[in-house]
């Protein structure tokens, strides 16, 4: 166990620290509040509807991307770790691994689905 | 010791994350919820395990929470419990869950009867070290030999996922020039609504 101490402490340390940004500035703080302060935009224009509105699909689409290529580069860490034991034969299996997302990639490219309008 | 301090904390924040009043705190409970599970993952030698539970878990698919959250509602206001739509439920769903657990327990011990006991004596070596069972080190050796097969399908799978969204969702690239004007035309008369909106409110 303990290479993680060093991380159970790093994880403490976060968790604390960001605890306290939260938790602070509402003790320290003494709100004096009117209705300018209380807008959106304390300096910029009225707001003329409500903020949480209709968001393209096209938000979903590059969400999931996202979790697909996140997973992607996740299976990259072990290679990396062995990548002098496996030589060549662990670069081909990569090269195949990438190349076949890279088709699916190329696919979403093609059709403009990286593409915001 | 660590197990159970584990356990209660896991099933604490589970239920903080199904009775939490706003879908934020839901999400928060749901952080520390993977975060103690990547630790019960090292507890269990599984290194690798834990580092993907952080990264993709928590790293990404939270986040997603987090945006679908900011964007769905103003994260602000409360849900609103419907009424009971399933009364009846509990007594049957507690029974179906029994038998699923003891099915699951005695298939697992079945299925795993062999490899337990070559995985136990293993752990004289400490978690984190380069050799031990379930390092990065070793896993990656496994998953690039003797279970490559899987790794190449899982790239396959991945790609289905990836058109799959696409054609599911992303089909914007196909629209014909008529299209392009009724969106330009849907796109005024929602301009029109919000202006009118903000001159009603």
Known sequence: MTPYVSVAIYLGVATVASLAFCILPGLLAQPRPNATKEEAYECGVEPTSVVGGRFPVRFYLIAMLFVIFDVEAASFYPWAVQMHALRAFGLGEMVTFVVTLGIGYAFVWKKGGLQWR | MLFWF??????????????????????????AHFVTLAVVYVSLSAEFLAVTQILVYSGAILILFLF?????SSGVDSFEVGPDRLPKLPMPALFALVITLVAIVFSAAHAFAHVLPVITPTSQLA?????AFGSVATFGAMLFTSQLLPFEITALILMVAVIGVVVLAGDHATLTPPD?????AIRRREREAILREGEAS
């Open chain 2, 180 to 184: 392009h004007e009724r969106l330009r």
């Open chain 2, 68 to 72: 679908v959250i900011a964007l769905l």
């Open chain 2, 127 to 131: 978690v984190g070290s380069a050799a």
């Open chain 2, 6 to 31: 584990l356990a209660v904390a896991l099933i604490a924040s589970a239920v903080a994350v199904v009775t939490a009043a706003k879908p934020v705190y839901s999400v928060i409970a749901l952080l």
